[in-house]
């Protein structure tokens, strides 16, 4: 249907209800046009996309004077275990930017060239819970006095990341249960990632989360809720979320989702509703000094938030991210959200950039960057690939960081050597070339000891100097090594089979294995196969060098033809 008969038809239903005033009719039609009007995208799926045991409803309010957020907030949650839940878990991790003694801060004087040495009392950041009531079968329990902060991963008392609830009666599994809180926070000068500078924000991992309660390897039904580590990411359920956002009206929003409406209120503030379905987290970011570029590819809305000097930037980003999701829809699979976010912070808020998160990914870059030099590219198309792996296939970016790191990168390789030509995709300048692929192999084989150790570990256990290196860089190493040696269609076709099975679920390392050898065995050259699987196993669960040697020459003289020729 038309918007024209959109408008038509409910213009007839007005007239149909004579007991409708003339000002409920007007009030009516604005609001439907308004809300025509501002819609970015439609955010309602036909059918679930995922399990979905958690809906989010959020609503908040930011204090620009004192950087603070007040929020009202309620989960309904869904025991979809085989076991009762005696108590939750919910990562609180603005926490960490509290004090020096959190165990992400502790240790370190300085993050990203920024000292935290005399740190003004106002540029710290934290979260607290003023109340917190759970409703289950229409019974209300208060919980205000059951909750205390644990630090079961480094036994440190000092860190807030990580608060445990005991529950007054247990979820039974199949059951739902309503979580209600009150809380606050207070955003952090930027130490990484979350924070403002100036009049940027990025709200992300703010507001009280839930971690994933599932079955261990062991078999344990149980709680996987780390505390935050500088060298670990996030890992969360599947769900619905619906954020109402109340900031002053000089701000542009970029968020999670779709918006779905706004409303001016007499405060000089306005608020924004966005719906976001099938995502494992909610992220938002707010400016002044930006303009939004608005584009599609196919059904997909592109949302660009550019600061206003990196206007050159506009069609080089408008262009790769465009090729990446043609690249990654014929590869990996088909891109299902309606909309994707890109973030551009300005240079002053560079360390809020570099990162991904669902439906909305932040890039960096700098004021005329050269068009021979495509770094910010490659680091648009990273975090892009992220909405594929850690987004869709939610691995565990903390105890298995190398899933969706490693395939990120192997990703952001193909897709900068496609767009831009191999050995000069990623800088093109001055007669100098170099391919993204390149710099990523290089990363790992210029290491002093590329045996450092083993890839598949926490991502806590990894040291600064060999993160990058290995969980990185090694992983994708192995992954074009793989390709070389048994084709592009075939890896393709692994990956994709890996890729249907597990998106909207939560995989573990094993699964994909298990996806390789499967795949592999149906191959005709079994030798190969047997081999190829071996170099994945080895380079990802074991400590060895990722490297090439001759193990064997022969020389043997070719034999005269024989037998029957010409018949």
């Not at 809180?181 to 403002?196: C, E, F, S, V």
């Not at 940027?200 to 991992?205: A, D, K, M, P």
């Not at 709680?223 to 969360?236: D, G, K, P, S, V």
């Not at 989702?257 to 987290?281: F, M, P």
């Amino acid at each position: 249907m038309t918007k024209e008969n959109k408008f038509g038809a409910l213009c007839f239903t007005f007239r149909q209800d004579l007991k409708m005033n003339l000002k409920s009719v007007f009030a009516l039609i604005f609001t439907h046009l308004v809300s025509q009007a501002i819609t970015q995208c439609n955010p309602y799926f036909k059918s679930p996309l995922s399990s979905r045991p958690t809906y989010y409803n959020i609503d908040a309010q930011l204090d620009e004077s004192t950087k603070q957020i007040k929020a009202s907030q309620s989960i309904q949650y869904i025991n979809q275990s085989k076991v009762a839940i005696h108590e939750l878990r919910f990562y609180m991790y603005l926490n960490a930017f509290k004090n020096t003694n959190s165990t992400f801060l502790k240790g370190t004087t300085n993050i990203f060239g920024q000292t935290l040495a005399n740190r003004k009392s106002d540029e710290w950041g934290w979260i607290d819970i003023q109340d917190l009531y759970i409703t289950q079968k229409q019974i209300q329990y208060d919980l205000q006095n059951k909750f205390k902060y644990i630090s079961l991963d480094d036994g440190n008392e000092s860190d807030q990341t990580v608060l445990q609830v005991e529950l007054e009666k247990e979820i039974l599994p199949g059951d739902t249960a309503t979580i209600e809180l009150n809380w606050m926070a207070k955003m952090p000068k930027t130490i990484i990632r979350a924070g403002y500078n100036q009049d940027f924000y990025l709200f992300c991992h703010w507001f009280p989360q839930l971690g994933v309660f599932e079955e261990s390897i062991e078999g344990k039904w149980q709680w996987n809720c780390h505390q935050f580590f500088r060298a670990t990411e996030f890992y969360a359920d599947f769900g619905v979320y619906d954020v109402n956002i109340t900031v002053n009206k000089k701000f542009i929003i970029g968020a999670s989702g779709c918006l779905i409406s706004e409303q001016t209120n007499k405060d000089n503030t306005i608020t924004r509703k966005y719906h976001a379905e099938d995502v494992i987290d909610f992220t938002w970011a707010i400016n002044t000094d930006c303009k939004v570029i608005e584009d599609r590819w196919r059904n997909t809305q592109i949302r660009i938030l550019l600061p206003n000097d990196y206007s050159n930037l506009t069609e080089r980003y408008r262009f790769i991210l465009k090729f990446a999701l043609e690249y990654l829809d014929v590869h990996v699979g088909s891109y299902p959200y309606p909309i994707i976010t890109v973030v551009c912070p300005p240079f002053h808020a560079l360390r809020s950039g570099l990162m991904e998160y669902p439906t909305l990914i932040t890039t960096g870059s700098f004021y005329k960057m050269p068009t021979g030099i495509r770094t910010t590219e490659s680091l648009l198309v990273h975090e892009f690939v992220h909405q594929y792996f850690m987004g869709m296939v939610a691995s565990n970016e903390k105890e298995e960081p190398w899933l969706d790191e490693g395939f990120a990168t192997y990703f952001e390789d193909r897709i900068i050597d496609a767009a831009y030509g191999k050995k000069k995709s990623l800088i093109d300048i001055l007669g100098f070339h170099l391919d993204n692929r390149e710099l990523t192999r290089s990363e790992y084989t210029g290491m002093k000891n590329p045996s450092e150790g083993i890839v598949a570990r926490p991502a806590w256990e990894f040291s600064q100097s060999n993160h990058k290196s290995l969980i990185y860089s090694k992983t994708a190493s192995t992954l074009h090594s793989i390709q070389n040696i048994i084709g592009e269609d075939q890896i393709d076709n692994i990956i994709q089979t890996y890729f249907n099975k597990w998106k909207f679920k939560h995989p573990r390392g094993q699964d994909l294995m298990s996806a390789f050898n499967v795949e592999l065995k149906k191959m005709k050259d079994t030798s190969l196969a047997h081999m190829t699987y071996q170099l994945l196993e080895q380079s990802i669960y074991q400590a060895h060098s990722l490297d090439y040697r001759v193990v064997q020459i022969s020389n043997d003289l070719a034999s005269h033809s024989q037998g029957i020729y010409g018949i």
